[in-house]
């Protein structure tokens, strides 16, 4: 595999994977911090759907499973992820979001980077599990045209009807209680393994995610800055 690794310097402060379950907030912290050090932020949700849609080779095996609802076979995720990082905008280092998501997954991303795990800092963003579900569960949408709200953080101003277009608002079968029960379940089973990789391989930080938005990236932004 190709070596997609930055060359030392301030360049290493700059590969950060992030992990957190889904509420933690993790997306909307490694696009501002993506935005602060002048990186691409990469979400495997992203760089799959551009694959597809560029029909690049490895997007073109990845099309039939994505449009089946089917889970992208490793190989061809790690794959995907490679063209990606080989990108001249990743020279200087990137945010991974998302990826890995597997101890599987992390062991083959290992081979692929000069330096293994430890050229990374990795984050572990972490919410209470009551605090998730009120998050998730809590999460309304419109159907019609797409806004989304939160009973808690973004209310609508009728309870049932969508401001913008004052079509009906739904939860998602995937925001219901049982469902995101599951889900958190299933993130805790696959990532308790990722993180003791990570915890002995790399410079690996937990962050609280559970105080406002600006406490957190502040934080963010010390952990990589001080980072050796």
């Not at 794959?79 to 990108?87: D, F, H, Y």
């Not at 050229?119 to 806004?147: N, T």
């Not at 953080?153 to 079509?167: H, V, Y």
Request: charged letters at 25%; hydrophobic letters at 35%; one cysteine or more.
């Amino acid at each position: 595999m190709a070596d997609v690794s930055s060359h030392g310097g301030a360049e290493s402060r700059k590969r950060v994977i992030f992990l957190g379950p889904p509420g933690a907030g993790k997306g909307t912290q490694a696009e501002r911090l993506a935005a602060d050090l002048g990186v691409p932020r990469i979400s495997t949700g992203d760089i799959l759907r551009d694959a597809i849609a560029q029909g690049t080779p490895l997007g073109q095996q990845a099309a039939p499973l994505v449009e089946e609802g089917g889970l992208v076979p490793d190989h061809l995720l790690i794959g995907i992820i490679q063209e990606r990082l080989l990108a001249p905008d990743c020279a200087q280092g990137y945010i991974l979001d998302g990826f890995p998501r597997t101890l599987g997954q992390a062991e083959s991303f290992a081979s692929m980077v000069q330096g293994g795990p430890a050229a990374f800092c990795v984050i572990d963003v972490e919410v209470p599990r009551e605090e998730l579900l009120k998050r998730l569960s809590g999460r309304r949408w419109c159907p019609s045209c797409q806004a989304t709200y939160h009973v808690d953080n973004k209310p609508p101003r009728s309870n049932s009807s969508c401001d913008l277009c004052g079509g009906r608002l739904l939860q998602r079968e995937d925001d219901r209680e049982e469902s995101v029960t599951r889900r958190l379940t299933v993130y805790d089973e696959r990532t308790a393994p990722l993180r003791q990789y990570y915890r002995t391989r790399s410079c690996f930080h937990h962050v609280n995610g559970h105080r406002p938005v600006e406490t957190v990236f502040q934080e963010l932004r010390r952990v990589v800055q001080e980072r050796p």
